[in-house]
């Protein structure tokens, strides 16, 4: 069976889906006992990149490729791989850390030094919720409305080194992802939250801040608001 393709929708994003799908079989397939290493990293781009920018996939930037995002110009592509190296090395040594303290701060330095010449968000928001799936945690979503905050975190570490903001996403998005997890495990029924508001005799605002601060048992599928009951 044919299946035509909506016009908005262009070559590249099918062949970026279907490589994301296989990526997450791949990693779903993963032992979790397996390490973080470059050449995981490496696999998992080319896995991510190929059929749609083969020349670039699953290699870092070589000699004269520079990447700037912003106002950050990331470091010469000469000193990538001992950069990458040592994070991986901080990561993989810090026993004493809070785990979710220590994802963070590796997301941050991944993505400061961005090695790639495309597909840096991607991997490295695969490589947050590979080392989740490590510590037995569900993977997390940091969304488009998120992202303003999320450029802000990147923004405080570069200026003074300040992890805060980025563990505070983290850790927002990996509450919510367990609230989701444990709604369904539990077989509680599905509601929409403007439902539950309405249930609670809450006004709809006041429900959904603490949504978003997660204060409350709340998760969101394909964008709308929902709780279990």
Avoid at 179 to 196: E, N, Q, V
Avoid at 200 to 222: D, H, M, W, Y
Wanted: hydrophobic residues 40%; charged residues 25%.
């Amino acid at each position: 069976m044919e299946i035509g393709l909506s016009r908005k929708v262009s070559l590249r994003e099918v062949f970026e889906a279907k490589n994301l799908a296989r990526v997450m079989q791949y990693l779903r397939a993963k032992s979790k006992n397996e390490a973080l290493s470059k050449d995981s990293i490496l696999l998992l781009h080319r896995m991510l990149i190929e059929s749609v920018k083969e020349e670039i996939a699953g290699r870092f930037r070589l000699s004269g490729e520079y990447v700037r995002v912003g106002t950050h110009i990331a470091p010469a592509p000469e000193n990538i791989e001992q950069l990458i190296d040592e994070i991986l090395i901080e990561y993989s040594s810090d026993q004493t850390s809070y785990f979710l303290d220590r994802i963070a701060k590796f997301h941050l330095d991944f993505e400061t030094i961005h090695p790639f010449n495309d597909g840096n968000g991607r991997i490295g928001r695969l490589l947050v919720n590979c080392q989740f799936s490590s510590f037995g945690f569900p993977g997390i979503i940091i969304r488009n409305k998120e992202k303003l905050q999320y450029g802000f975190s990147f923004n405080e570490y570069h200026l003074s080194k300040n992890t805060k903001p980025m563990e505070k996403i983290i850790s927002l998005a990996l509450t919510e992802s367990l609230h989701k997890r444990l709604a369904y495990l539990k077989g509680l029924k599905i509601i929409a939250l403007s439902d539950f508001a309405k249930k609670e005799g809450k006004s709809a605002p006041s429900v959904f801040n603490s949504a978003r601060r997660q204060t409350i048992a709340a998760f969101r599928e394909k964008g709308t608001w929902k709780i279990g009951v």
